[in-house]
């Protein structure tokens, strides 16, 4: 019998895959497995039919299954994120899903009995919420944005899809995670857009609801991110599934809730007040306790990410659930289960925040078998975009993640590793905030990140890191970086009317160093330096920049020489002349 589709030939005479007629390495088991999807292609083969099938009369686990199936997906060029050819229908098993000719005759697939979610790629500015239903029946949205290898986050108390891909407080979060990574994340049980009244409210309840998201969308291998209380979480799952979960990374959390901690009757006596609080305050539309909350959660924030967390607290969840979860969240504890856990796992804490105490982190990355403790300079249960602890967290998560960011070869420039480094600056961003208050200095830098960012997508430009008063960015094209520049001056310049914002410019073109998904290096350096030396409205560029650019339409001026910091040679600085 011969089976084809899409220039791939099943051949089960032979006992060969081949594709446009050349043989495709495929193990006899691996084979065994595609065969048998293809011929029952019109419905969901389950789990337990594949492995009676593939190993009759023998005990297997569903990981060897799970192997099988990425060894045909690799053999396809399909894999467990686009799922092209075979689908993975939640919580029963596997379909092939490609459109397939049998002997000369096509023969379309037949649809599956039942949905079968797949992981679709959105961008990091779109998200797509869905619904899966938990072993005990409780129905859980979750949230898919951004394109890449997956990365599952474990939902946290106090979260809201829809609220929270706007919010000032989440927003960067969930923007930086979904540009390398599917980033998969949801609403855990009472709370956000999942079911707001279970029967069940306990820690095996949100292992359930991960259980629940992770086999609705068939992931196979991927990374977990817990935040706080969604730490415990995380890895109890990597406990259960050691197979699955490649690598944890655990920011603000713990191994033991309130009640398991040493405490004193002072505490143990505010802890309780704090629950009489919640159930009588928690809905009011008075913000008085809310905002006693929140002081707890970020008190570095500015009046608008306060008023945000304020009303996302209304939103998320309803009086006596808050209480209930505040309750559950203090009987966790998974200390016996840590030393089970295999997966690498990243653990970072922030020193002076009041939620979790640094010790915790601390202790808990001192229990776990491999744990990489990365402390951080900060006082904020949700690290916050601008505060000195987000690029220092994003960075180390990147690296331990091991994301490399894409960067095609130099299509100008002399050698095929060139790229052009542009850094941008914010005038005087501490004194604005300290002339406009945190609400509209805040509004300001969001304003600049939205130019650039703009700027950077029409240009081809790879946005590298935010440097708390402007933003990296590599570009392949010395021209397209120039041209990017221009625009972020002129969007600027236009803002008749408006608070004032002026933005310095440096360039740079070289042979920056990549690790992971950064930059580094003299060139990078360099452009830093160049960006230092510029004034407000101004773009300043390199001469080897100005060279490789020479002849495209540019206008540049000489700006003089000048002797960067750090550097001990003076370099000619070019001015390039936007406004002409």
Request: charge should be negative; include cysteine; hydrophobic fraction near 40%.
């Amino acid at each position: 019998m011969m089976y084809r589709f899409d220039g791939f030939e099943v051949d089960t005479g032979l006992f060969e895959l081949r594709h446009d007629g050349q043989r495709v390495a495929l193990e006899p088991q691996a084979f065994d497995l595609l065969t048998y999807l293809v011929e029952h292609r019109d419905r969901v083969v389950t789990k337990d039919e594949l492995i009676d099938r593939l190993w009759p009369e023998r005990f297997i686990s569903e990981t060897a299954l799970t192997t099988r199936v990425k060894e045909v997906r690799r053999a396809l060029g399909d894999s467990g994120t686009e799922q092209r050819y075979i689908q993975t229908a939640r919580g029963r098993g596997y379909r092939f899903a490609g459109e397939v000719e049998v002997d000369g005759s096509r023969v379309a697939p037949a649809p599956a009995p039942g949905p079968v979610d797949v992981v679709a790629p959105t961008g990091a500015d779109e998200q797509q919420i869905r619904f899966c239903t938990t072993e005990d029946g409780v129905q859980i949205a979750y949230a898919v944005s951004g394109q890449g290898p997956p990365l599952v986050k474990v939902a946290n108390w106090l979260s809201h899809l829809e609220f929270d891909w706007q919010s000032p407080v989440w927003s960067h979060w969930l923007r930086e995670l979904s540009r390398d990574h599917t980033l998969i994340r949801y609403d855990e049980r009472g709370c956000g857009l999942s079911e707001r009244d279970p029967e069940d409210f306990s820690f095996e309840g949100w292992v359930r609801d991960l259980e629940a998201v992770v086999d609705a969308l068939g992931l196979e291998s991927f990374p977990l991110l817990g935040i706080s209380q969604g730490g415990p979480v995380a890895m109890t799952y990597a406990v259960r599934y050691p197979g699955r979960v490649t690598k944890l990374v655990l920011y603000g959390t713990y191994a033991r809730g309130r009640v398991h901690r040493p405490r004193s009757e002072e505490e143990i006596e505010e802890r309780r007040a704090l629950l009489t609080l919640t159930k009588l305050g928690w809905g009011r539309s008075d913000p008085t306790y809310r905002q006693l909350f929140t002081s707890g959660f970020i008190p570095g924030a500015s009046a608008e990410q306060q008023r945000w967390f304020n009303d996302l607290q209304r939103e998320s969840t309803s009086p006596d659930n808050a209480a209930r979860f505040m309750e559950a969240f203090d009987q966790v504890k998974v200390e016996d289960l840590i030393g089970q856990v295999h997966s690498p796992a990243l653990v970072l804490h922030a020193r002076n925040e009041r939620r979790v105490p640094f010790e915790e982190g601390r202790r808990l990355a001192a229990m776990l078998p491999d744990a990489r403790f990365v402390p951080l300079e900060g006082e904020n249960h949700i690290l916050l975009e601008n505060e000195p602890a987000w690029p220092v967290f994003l960075e180390s998560v990147r690296r331990f993640l091991g994301v490399i960011a894409t960067r095609a070869a130099a299509p100008e420039g002399p050698g095929p590793d060139v790229l052009t480094i542009m850094f941008t600056d914010i005038e005087a961003s501490t004194e604005l905030t300290r002339q406009l208050g945190d609400v509209e200095a805040q509004g300001l830098i969001r304003e600049h990140n939205s130019i650039v960012r703009e700027a950077l997508r029409r240009r081809g430009g790879n946005e590298v890191k935010h440097t708390g008063d402007g933003i990296m960015s590599s570009f392949t094209s010395a021209s397209a970086a120039l041209d990017c520049a221009i625009d972020i001056q002129r969007t600027t310049a236009q803002r008749q009317g408006l608070s004032p914002l002026r933005v310095r410019i440096g360039l740079n073109a070289g042979e920056p160093l990549a690790e992971d998904d950064d930059l580094f290096g003299t060139s990078v350096q360099l452009a830093r330096r160049i960006c230092d030396h510029a004034e407000p409205g101004q773009i300043l560029v390199s001469d080897a920049l100005r060279q490789i650019a020479a002849g495209k339409g540019h206008l540049f001026g000489d700006a003089g020489e000048a002797i960067p910091k750090g550097f001990d040679d003076a370099v000619r600085l070019y001015e390039l002349r936007w406004q002409e």
